[in-house]
């Protein structure tokens, strides 16, 4: 039970982040999301650095091979667009399509896993995948608007995933490769800003240079505490508490930046949740069955 408590608590700090973590970034209005990302980039590799001294895994590096480096260099592309996407729709004030983003997500690993690993829909995944399209088109022809920063939020996520599913290569492990293969070009960015007379360099504003050096906290934190709730709990609690996250982003969205939200949007957003509820209705049932063929195995 306590281990049950534990990955609960921690699958809580790692959503529970994600979701309040438009608010740390709104500390930072000078700057820009590329030059974001970047320091992003640049004080993650320093605390995962730490985290592998402190923990000695840099053995770990040399069971990678040049497959999975690739691999590395993919995912680490991917995960630097999507940080990019988030932090310029929070620049945008799209925070509410943002959300969307993260709320079809678990829809388009579906769809991944069919297109890319010839994986077989089930009816209730397929209906709920049918119902979030559904609710993504309303957007398109009522608000006339394409979703497009949502979209490619839980595209490159949903990418991320099945790259990183593909390689199998521990979490810490990975991310530190992934943020060390994009720190040249993360590098490059905040040399060229500097010199352009502008970043935060140039500023040279203490509290806003502090506050750049936290986002390596805050971007490992979270995906630590996501890798120890993984470990301690079955997939679907986990797909359950993964809905906080866009859940806090669009109470932010709408309630705090005053975001506009309502008429048809309204209709968008029933259809991806009626989806998402049909969803994890299913993996619930699906993860039932598993365990009763279990226990009835281990009758046998």
């Known amino acids: 039970?306590?281990?049950?408590?534990?990955?609960?608590?921690?699958?809580?700090?790692?959503?529970?982040?994600?979701?309040?973590?438009?608010l740390f970034f709104n500390l930072l209005p000078q700057a820009g999301a590329f030059e974001i990302v970047a320091h992003r980039v640049v004080w993650s590799v320093v605390v995962l650095g730490t985290l592998l001294t402190l923990q000695r895994?840099?053995?770990?590096?040399?069971?990678?091979?040049?497959?999975?480096?690739?691999?590395?260099?993919?995912s680490g592309a991917l995960i630097a667009c999507n940080w990019g996407i988030f932090i310029?729709?929070?620049?945008?004030?799209?925070?509410?399509?943002?959300?969307?983003?993260?709320?079809?997500?678990?829809?388009?690993?579906?769809?991944l896993g069919v297109l890319v690993l010839r994986e077989r829909l089930t009816r209730p995944q397929l209906l709920a995948l049918l119902l979030a399209a559904a609710g993504v088109l309303n957007q398109v022809v009522t608000v006339g608007v394409v979703p497009w920063m949502g979209i490619a939020l839980a595209l490159t996520f949903g990418c991320y995933g099945l790259v990183r599913k593909r390689i199998g290569v521990n979490a810490a492990v990975g991310l530190s490769v992934e943020t060390a293969l994009v720190l040249p070009f993360a590098l490059a960015w905040i040399a060229f800003e500097a010199s352009s007379?502008?970043?935060?360099?140039?500023?040279?504003?203490?509290?806003?240079?502090?506050?750049?050096?936290?986002?390596?906290?805050v971007t490992v934190v979270p995906l630590i505490c996501f890798a120890a709730a993984a470990n301690r709990l079955p997939l679907t609690t986990l797909g359950f508490v993964q809905y906080l996250s866009p859940s806090i982003t669009l109470l932010l969205a709408v309630f705090l930046y005053q975001e506009p939200f309502g008429g048809m949007q309204y209709l968008t957003f029933a259809g991806i949740w009626a989806g998402l509820v049909i969803f994890s209705l299913e993996a619930l049932y699906h993860q039932a069955g598993v365990r009763k063929r279990r226990v009835g195995g281990e009758a046998a």
């Open 197 to 217: 007379g502008h970043g935060a360099l140039v500023r040279g504003q203490p509290l806003e240079l502090g506050l750049l050096a936290l986002s390596g906290l």
């Open 57 to 74: 895994q840099w053995g770990a590096l040399a069971v990678l091979d040049a497959r999975r480096l690739v691999g590395l260099v993919a």
């Open 88 to 111: 310029w729709a929070l620049k945008s004030e799209r925070l509410v399509e943002a959300s969307l983003g993260y709320f079809i997500n678990p829809l388009v690993s579906v769809l």
């Open 1 to 22: 039970m306590s281990t049950d408590r534990g990955g609960v608590a921690f699958a809580l700090a790692a959503y529970g982040i994600w979701g309040l973590a438009p």
